[in-house]
T-cell receptor
């Protein structure tokens, strides 16, 4: 069973709308979480990192973490066609190596 | 400052052939990683190196070997390629549990 699960999508939203991407994790010891964006044929690039319960905002992006519910989300406000990509959620485990575990990704399409 | 570089960008192999994927980073990071990405599977960790001189298996290590040549370089070797190893391979590096920086990827096809 994968340790990080994402709503697999695909997800389509109209331009200007809010896109909501969700992720759950099973390792209660995970301390840090990351959202990466990946355009087709390209490598993942970091959008947001979050370490504490609550919200973290950066421009049009807001990451939310709820450790009690083991839930991480990413909100994209005023979605643009350029936001169309696959979004990967990742959690850093509590084991000795503390490597990242990635979800399968959610493909987002923003319709003009 | 190039970040993480990978060679080659593309490769076609026949079943049974061997090859080495090269990765280098110039950010002085201790940790380096090799992932593979298949459609619908996200990124799966093959091997990682938490520091120079150490390597450990990840989620899908079978059929691969790695070498952490020095702090900058981390190579991935396929001794006898199989069609199931057709994938996109990403190298990444990080420092002290922080974000991972990814290389541009190697697209490998095994026929």
């Amino acid at each position: 069973q994968k340790e990080v699960e994402q709503n697999s999508g695909p997800l389509s939203v109209p331009e200007g709308a809010i896109a909501s991407l969700n992720c759950t994790y099973s390792d209660r010891g995970s301390q840090s979480f990351f959202w990466y964006r990946q355009y087709s044929g390209k490598s993942p690039e970091l959008i947001m990192s979050i370490y504490s319960n609550g919200d973290k905002e950066d421009g049009r992006f807001t990451a939310q973490l709820n450790k009690a519910s083991q839930y991480v989300s990413l909100l994209i406000r005023d979605s643009q066609p350029s936001d169309s990509a696959t979004y990967l959620c990742a959690g850093r485990g509590s084991g000795s190596a503390r490597q990242l575990t990635f979800g399968s990704g959610t493909q987002l399409t923003v319709l003009p | 400052n190039a970040g993480v570089t990978q060679t080659p960008k593309f490769q076609v192999l026949k079943t049974g052939q061997s090859m080495t994927l090269q990765c280098a980073q110039d950010m002085n990071h201790n940790s380096m990683y090799w992932y593979r990405q298949d459609p619908g599977m996200g990124l799966r960790l093959i091997y990682y190196s938490a520091s120079e001189g150490t390597t450990d298996k990840g989620e899908v290590p079978n059929g691969y070997n790695v070498s952490r040549l020095n702090k900058r370089e981390f190579s991935l070797r396929l001794e006898s390629a199989a069609p199931s190893q057709t994938s996109v391979y990403f190298c990444a590096s990080s420092e002290a549990g922080e974000r991972e920086y990814f290389g541009p990827g190697t697209r490998l096809t095994v026929t």
